[in-house]
Nanobody, 124 residues
Framework: EVQLVESGGGLVQAGGSLRLSCAAS????????IGWFRQAPGKEREGVSC????????YYNDSVKGRFTISADDAKNTAYLQMNNLRPEDTAVYYC?????????????????WGQGTQVTVSS
């Protein structure tokens, strides 16, 4: 059974940092790229970043370039999103999913399984 569990969100002031974790199970983690998405109230789901350890592909949404860093630890079946210099517009529920990750372009959901997400709230 495919499971993706997001954690690490919280409430921070603008300029603060958080590290999100995505714990995966039920599929071969190293055979898929992992993507991070976010959804704010009244907004559509937005791709944030993805990473593919198998081919080195990495993508960052322009809005987070230079502030967020994505990584994946195949041994732990876990992906991370280090978020620095957070802004109020980063406020959203963050989700992860198994994706195809296109270098410097974007991503496409490969396995349509989602966890509960983790809430990130950035105050001004």
């Amino acid at each position: 059974e495919v499971q993706l569990v997001e954690s690490g969100g919280g409430l921070v002031q603008a300029g603060g940092s958080l590290r999100l974790s995505c714990a995966a199970s039920g599929f071969a983690f190293d055979d898929f790229a992992i993507g991070w998405f976010r959804q704010a109230p009244g907004k559509e789901r937005e791709g944030v970043s993805c990473i593919s350890n198998s081919d080195g592909n990495i993508y960052y949404n322009d809005s987070v370039k230079g502030r967020f860093t994505i990584s994946a630890d195949d041994a732990k079946n876990t992906a991370y999103l280090q978020m620095n210099n957070l802004r109020p517009e980063d406020t959203a529920v963050y989700y992860c999913a198994a994706v195809v990750c296109y270098m410097d372009y974007g991503m496409e959901v490969e396995l349509d399984y989602w966890g509960q997400g983790t809430q990130v709230t950035v105050s001004s």
